[in-house]
């Protein structure tokens, strides 16, 4: 049954409006059932590097509710999937943490987490629970024209215990797969492997942006037509930012940045507003004309 | 850099006390092979990020120099190292160990104590006013309700809505 609860995270529902909606719109075409739960908040993420109980204590809020309606979880962002599928990786595993864990969720929000869900992420469940197979079944629109670079973000794939090693984190396969199966091109480039730097945009911003300058460099030079993100914060660094970046190397990429569901929903024959095309920042007038 | 390492300064306990906390059970397992180093993309553009010197400097027991600098803030948290270690170190979760003790004492980065605030008062990073909505509507997506109280109480509980109140003076 591919229904899940579905966690937006705080950066999507309000800065990547494209992706939310290309993920709902494709979901609906492929039987994925998403089900909103108003009650999400932050996962934690950005609490783990000041108090770890808290961090886990925020997590098991929303796992609890996903519990509650009988749903495993399903994000869009890295970072909220990574976090979340550690916490509950943990709680799943250490039945006195757990125990600890839910007296205190219990005294401040009047939930408890029992550890019977699994946290996934939206383009895991399109690679395993829909499978490549009927993601090829769908397509109607010839994207073999397309050179995408896939960028698989960090916590996607690591740490690869909490995610069940489902893909191997130093030579990942499951975006090119994605990519390939919708009929596009996924091509090399040098550092694919490489970090966008969000974690660090607050802390410092001038070491920040100097990690997806590397990244938009070698993808432009292997000939990418765009970036494919799965992950808002990965999209703000290269697609928000890119501008920053130009002007700091007074050079220029207008490198497009699409999120993998925007691919899989312009390959199903999904219309440019269907798949939030006009939101994104770099346009271009290839991947405009592929829209119904 | 270049520092000359004053033997008094170093507290012999800063590593029991990294080993204590969630994450940093294992920083006594390094043997400084560097692999860390190698493999961090913050590392590749700033020399000022370097893991292995961080964890060197911890198990020496250099306490203030750790604690105090700015380095310990510029963890992408993007596990290479983490995953590549080959004395299962964890370092990603070693460095929110150092952070974690660090906060403690009152050293927080200024962008997390920001961060907190905006959990303290929206439950999300981003708060979600009538114009998010409205945005969202006409979208076709479903509006949302910001629910800030659990996370208020859980702040209060775990003491950290004290710990990330700004020197001498209430919170913005």
Not at chain 1, 40 to 65: D, I, W, Y
Not at chain 1, 176 to 204: F, K, M, P, T, W
Not at chain 2, 85 to 109: F, W, Y
Request: aromatic share 6%.
């Amino acid at each position: 049954m591919n229904k899940f609860a579905f966690y937006l995270g705080c950066t999507a529902p309000v800065r990547t409006l494209n992706y939310e909606l290309a993920a709902r719109n494709t979901a609906k075409r492929l039987g994925i059932e998403l089900v909103d739960i108003n009650d999400f908040g932050c996962c934690g993420f950005p609490v783990k590097s000041v108090h770890h109980e808290t961090a886990l204590l925020m997590s098991a809020r929303n796992l609890a509710l996903a519990e509650e309606q009988g749903l495993d979880l399903c994000a869009l962002c890295s970072s909220c999937t990574g976090t979340q599928a550690e916490a509950n990786r943990t709680l799943q595993e250490d039945k006195e943490l757990r125990e600890r864990v839910n007296q205190m969720l219990k005294a401040t929000t009047g939930r408890r987490y029992e550890g019977t869900i699994q946290v996934h992420h939206f383009a895991r469940v399109l690679y395993e629970k829909i499978g490549l197979e009927r993601i090829r079944e769908a397509v109607s629109v010839d994207l073999s024209d397309l050179r995408l670079a896939a960028h698989y973000g960090c916590h996607y794939l690591k740490p690869s215990a909490a995610h069940d090693h489902f893909d191997d984190p130093e030579n990942p396969v499951s975006l090119d797969r994605l990519i390939e199966a919708v009929g596009a091109n996924s091509i090399y480039y040098e550092e694919r492997d490489q970090c966008c730097g969000g974690g660090i945009l607050g802390a410092d911003e001038q070491t920040a942006l100097a990690l997806p300058h590397l990244k938009l460099e070698r993808a432009v030079a292997a000939g990418a037509d765009a970036l494919v993100v799965i992950c808002p914060f990965c999209d703000i660094m290269y697609e928000f930012q890119q501008r920053r970046i130009e002007k700091i190397h007074d050079t220029r990429y207008r490198l497009p940045v699409l999120f993998y569901p925007q691919v899989l929903g312009l390959a199903m024959g999904l219309s440019a507003d269907e798949v939030g095309l006009q939101l994104n920042r770099v346009k271009s007038r290839k991947l405009m004309a592929l829209a119904r | 850099m270049g520092h000359t390492i004053d033997a008094r300064t170093m507290d012999p306990t800063f590593a029991d006390q990294i080993a204590a906390e969630p994450g940093g059970e294992h920083i006594r397992r390094c043997f400084a092979c560097g692999t860390c180093t190698a493999s961090c993309p913050v590392r590749e553009v700033t020399e000022r990020y370097n893991p292995r010197r961080i964890i060197h400097m911890a198990v020496l027991g250099l306490r203030e120099l750790v604690l105090s600098s700015d380095f310990i803030w510029l963890c992408s948290t993007c596990y290479a190292c983490h995953e590549r270690c080959p004395q299962d170190v964890r370092i990603t979760e070693l460095m929110h160990a150092i952070k974690n003790v660090a906060v403690r004492e009152g050293r927080i980065s200024p962008s997390l104590r920001v961060q907190v605030g905006l959990i303290r008062e929206h439950g999300r990073l981003y708060d979600i006013t009538g114009f998010e909505n409205e945005r969202r509507a006409d979208l076709g997506l479903p509006s949302i309700t910001e629910q800030p109280e659990d996370y208020h109480r859980i702040l209060v509980a775990t003491g950290l809505e004290e710990m990330v109140q700004p020197e001498g003076g209430a919170a913005e």
